[in-house]
């Protein structure tokens, strides 16, 4: 907004010195409280403040962007992430990718923004996207495979996304069936898989990636705050977003690879050894209805298999899960 660009305007002009709320709120032309809202909206997003009585405030340290040299320096990959593009603010990253997509851009093409003004989940639910915090990426795949095994994909990414956080945290999150991935029962991550087909073939699968990383509790919106966490939550500490990226991308590449030369098995090993649902009662919400039971495993094609009390098994395609 106006306000913002001359708030920011008068820090960078202040340099090391403090600015007084009042006369900030006299530069800007709001009051002291409009002040105080704006800079703690600044926080969120970030910036370090520090607040001084009778002196003001002054910026300490400005957030810290992603750049797309940052991930090719040191990536590890031969596909994924080798044409990336980077954008400040985007809508939705998934919606940049099927443009590129659509003009032709190779597979392993990354989009990845700082901010989604509307970033999105499954069945059009928003997916909070908030400033310099998160990993809001989406990938172009291209595999040679029938459109029906795309949602495989999904247990694919969530395998990776995983074994990423593992190897730097060492926090050991947990599945949930299909495409949540929860530290201590918390959203950290979701995954969305859209497919562009022609009747028998895929022409692109476009992978969402949404980590959240280094918010702190206070950037959640109220209805948030009982689902979702951040790794910086969970960890303490703030993660370097490139240096994730970059491994997400890399396990992503390894298990990609792994599953288009051996099928889904290995892939299925791996996705149960993180599953938290596998064994305990749930309910998958679904469009036809609520069906409650125990959920038994995926089957080799990665679809739920679900028993009822009954004694009698579904298979559940496409649910919502709520851990009983
Ligand atoms: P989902 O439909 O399984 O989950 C969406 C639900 O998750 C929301 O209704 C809300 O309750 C909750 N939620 C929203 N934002 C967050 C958040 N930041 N952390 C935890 N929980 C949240 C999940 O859909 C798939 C999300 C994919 C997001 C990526 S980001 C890059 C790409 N671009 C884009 O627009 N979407 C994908």
């Not at 094609?301 to 919502?320: N, T």
Request: proline content about 3%.
């Amino acid at each position: 907004s106006e306000l913002r660009k001359r708030l920011l305007d008068a820090f960078t002009n202040s340099g090391e010195d403090f600015l007084s709320g009042q006369y900030l709120a006299e530069l800007i032309g709001c009051s002291r409280t409009a002040v105080w809202k704006h800079i703690e909206e600044l926080r969120k997003e970030g910036f370090e403040l520090e607040a001084v009585r009778r002196k003001g405030y002054r910026i300490v340290k400005v957030p810290e962007k992603i750049t797309a040299n940052e991930v090719r320096l040191g990536l590890m990959t031969k596909r994924l992430g080798q044409n990336i593009h980077y954008e400040e603010s985007v809508d939705s990253t998934q919606k940049i990718a099927l443009q590129l997509s659509l003009d032709g851009a190779p597979e392993g093409t990354v989009v990845i923004a700082e901010e989604q003004t509307r970033g999105r989940g499954r069945m059009a639910r928003a997916w909070f996207s908030p400033k310099y915090t998160g990993v809001w990426m989406s990938v172009i795949l291209r595999p040679n495979l029938l459109p029906q095994k795309a949602p495989q994909l999904t247990l694919v990414t969530a395998v990776a996304v995983v074994q990423a956080i593992e190897e730097l945290t060492s926090i050991k999150p947990e599945i949930k069936w299909p495409n949540d991935i929860l530290i201590n029962g918390k959203k950290i991550t979701g995954i969305l898989t859209e497919l562009q087909a022609e009747s028998d073939r895929i022409n692109s699968v476009i992978i969402g990636i949404g980590m959240n990383v280094n918010q702190e509790l206070e950037a959640y919106p109220e209805e948030l705050l009982t689902i979702a966490t951040s790794l910086r939550i969970e960890s303490g500490n703030r993660l370097n977003r490139a240096e994730l990226i970059r491994l997400v991308l890399a396990k992503l590449e390894h298990l990609y690879d792994l599953y288009l030369q051996e099928g889904f098995q290995p892939i299925k090993l791996l996705w149960e050894s993180y599953a938290v649902s596998i064994g305990k009662m749930i309910t998958a919400r679904m469009v036809q209805g609520d069906l409650y039971g125990k959920a038994l495993g995926i089957t080799g094609d990665g679809v739920l298999m679900l028993e009822d009390e009954a004694g009698k098994v579904h298979f559940v395609y496409s649910a919502d899960i709520e851990l009983q």
